[in-house]
């Protein structure tokens, strides 16, 4: 599964941005799917994730009312519309896919995309 991210930008507190990820193509190979963020100096960390099979969806807690995250089946393409941006949102937001549920642990994760910058400043 190849994963392409789209969707980062420069964009000032407060506003919104929409991350897209494409997969490659429709198979069984993964069911959850979702975003990391790496900060400049700290550890990458899960944001969002969906479960294909069931809609089931995960949020980091600092996200959980800004963030939504979404699943086009028709397109295999993931979504994740975030508002009311901070600056501590400002990050690489990295693309990633596996089978099973959505887990927390990054090294659970055998698919990821390239990462889009989203820097939120004034």
């Known amino acids: 599964v190849q994963l392409q991210a789209s969707g980062g930008g420069l964009v000032q507190p407060g506003g919104s941005l929409k991350l897209s990820c494409a997969a490659s193509?429709?198979?069984?190979?993964?069911?959850?799917i979702g975003w990391f963020r790496q900060a400049p100096g700290k550890e990458r960390e899960g944001v969002s994730c969906?479960?294909?099979?069931?809609?089931?969806?995960l949020y980091l807690d600092s996200v959980k009312g800004r963030f939504t995250i979404s699943f086009d089946n028709a397109k295999n393409t993931v979504y994740l519309q975030m508002n009311s941006l901070k600056p501590n949102d400002t990050a690489i937001y990295y693309c990633?896919?596996?089978?099973?549920?959505?887990?927390?642990?990054?090294?659970?994760?055998?698919?990821w995309g390239e990462g889009t910058q989203v820097t939120v400043s004034s």
């Open positions: 990633t896919a596996r089978g099973g549920g959505c887990r927390w642990n990054r090294h659970l994760y055998p698919y």
């Open positions: 193509r429709a198979t069984l190979d993964y069911d959850a």
């Open positions: 969906i479960r294909r099979s069931d809609g089931n969806t």
